[in-house]
């Protein structure tokens, strides 16, 4: 069995619920930050049998998407001024970070 932890935006979320539901896997929904952008995202934890695995990481694939983001203006304090940016930049934000986890033991009491 395997532990999928999938960061996705919040846009998909809904959208990559269904997709789940219908293929009936299992999944929890963790409300979650990125660390860069500040921004909320969210975050699926999914257990699932090591033959499914492939499976729904094409779910997470097709329905999560990437998008440009606005990063905020990065502060100069106590750094070196001359790095300083003073106006928003557009970051590329990934549709899905996937981690794949080994399980080593699983439990529902
Ligand atoms: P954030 O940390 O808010 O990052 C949003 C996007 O900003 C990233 O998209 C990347 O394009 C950019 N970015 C992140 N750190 C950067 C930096 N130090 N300098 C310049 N640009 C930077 P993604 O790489 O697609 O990541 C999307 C979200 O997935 C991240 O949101 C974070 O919540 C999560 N994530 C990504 N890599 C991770 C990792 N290795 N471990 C844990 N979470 C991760």
């Known amino acids: 069995m395997k532990l999928i932890m999938a960061v ?3 846009q998909d979320s809904n959208k990559l619920s269904n997709a ?3 293929k009936r896997i299992r999944a929890t ?3 979650s930050t990125g660390g860069f952008l500040k921004a909320g995202n969210t975050t699926f934890m999914i257990g699932i049998e090591d033959e ?14 990437s998008r440009e983001q606005i990063a905020p203006p990065v502060s100069p304090m106590g750094g070196n001024v001359d790095a300083y940016v003073p106006y928003p930049v557009e970051v590329p934000v990934g549709g899905a970070t996937v ?4 399980i080593e ?3 529902q009491f």
């Open 105 to 107: 033991q699983f439990h």
């Open 8 to 10: 996705v935006q919040d």
């Open 52 to 65: 499914r695995v492939q499976e729904a990481l094409d779910v997470i694939k097709n329905n999560c998407q």
């Open 99 to 102: 981690f794949v986890l080994p």
């Open 29 to 31: 929904k963790l409300a």
């Open 20 to 22: 789940l539901i219908e």
